[in-house]
């Protein structure tokens, strides 16, 4: 009976080992699990965190000046003028943009855009290369296109610096001029 009871419990005994060898593979199962959870929400925060970062940091320089609204560029069609030079032979290559208030003001510009781009031909067709080519001419080019869109649009002018021929403004607030500036993207004088 000794030899029944022997082989009896000779196949507990690895039963046992087995079962702690299932209990130690599913606490290792378990542990590893524990720490890949932990891990994904560390680097989850951490990358949260840099999103954040670069989000606070974008907007800042884009809103420096914190304006109400952004304003609206409206790119005219390049234009090829002859210039008011005696002889008549030489002529400018001009490309210009305008910088408007807002998408609404584009709208307006545009409905008068056929107008507004015969009266910037005629204004530049009566300028010298001399004029042309120095920079005070062309800040005064810039400003002329100004009044003139603004003239054509119906809205007070802007009086130019030192211009004691321009009418005074009344003590009541003019209407905004529509065009805030006037940019060259293309100026070859031949």
Same mark, same amino acid.
């Given at each position: 009976?000794?030899? /029944?009871?022997?082989?009896?419990?000779?196949?507990?005994?690895?039963?046992?080992?087995?079962?702690?060898?299932?209990?130690?593979?599913? !606490?290792?199962?378990?542990?590893? +699990? #524990?720490?890949?959870?932990? /891990?994904?929400?560390?680097?989850?925060?951490?990358?949260?965190?840099?999103?954040?970062?670069?989000?606070? !940091?974008?907007?800042? /320089?884009?809103?420096?000046?914190? %304006?109400?609204?952004?304003?609206?560029?409206? %790119?005219?069609?390049?234009?090829?003028?002859?210039?008011?030079? %005696?002889? !008549?032979?030489?002529?400018? @290559?001009?490309?210009?943009?305008?910088?408007?208030?807002?998408?609404?003001?584009?709208?307006?510009?545009?409905?008068?855009?056929?107008? #507004?781009?015969?009266?910037?031909?005629?204004?530049?067709? @009566?300028?010298?290369?001399?004029?042309?080519?120095?920079?005070?001419?062309?800040?005064?080019?810039?400003?002329? #296109?100004?009044?003139?869109?603004?003239?054509?649009? !119906?809205?007070?002018? %802007?009086?130019?610096?030192?211009?004691?021929?321009?009418?005074?403004?009344?003590?009541?607030?003019?209407?905004?001029?529509?065009?805030?500036?006037? +940019?060259?993207?293309?100026?070859?004088? @031949?």
């Amino acid at each position: 009976m000794s030899a /029944a009871a022997a082989t009896a419990d000779a196949p507990e005994a690895p039963k046992k080992k087995s079962k702690k060898l299932l209990f130690i593979v599913l !606490g290792v199962v378990v542990l590893a +699990l #524990i720490g890949a959870a932990a /891990a994904l929400f560390i680097l989850k925060k951490n990358t949260a965190e840099d999103d954040d970062y670069e989000d606070e !940091g974008a907007p800042a /320089a884009v809103h420096a000046k914190s %304006p109400k609204s952004a304003p609206t560029f409206l %790119p005219l069609e390049n234009m090829v003028i002859n210039l008011a030079d %005696p002889g !008549g032979n030489r002529f400018i @290559q001009l490309g210009l943009t305008l910088q408007l208030q807002d998408a609404a003001t584009e709208t307006a510009v545009k409905a008068f855009l056929p107008s #507004i781009r015969s009266q910037v031909l005629v204004l530049i067709s @009566q300028r010298t290369a001399e004029e042309m080519l120095q920079v005070q001419g062309k800040e005064k080019l810039a400003s002329d #296109i100004i009044a003139t869109i603004s003239r054509e649009m !119906g809205y007070a002018a %802007p009086a130019a610096a030192g211009d004691e021929a321009a009418p005074k403004r009344s003590k009541g607030k003019a209407a905004a001029n529509p065009v805030q500036a006037v +940019l060259f993207s293309s100026f070859i004088v @031949q």
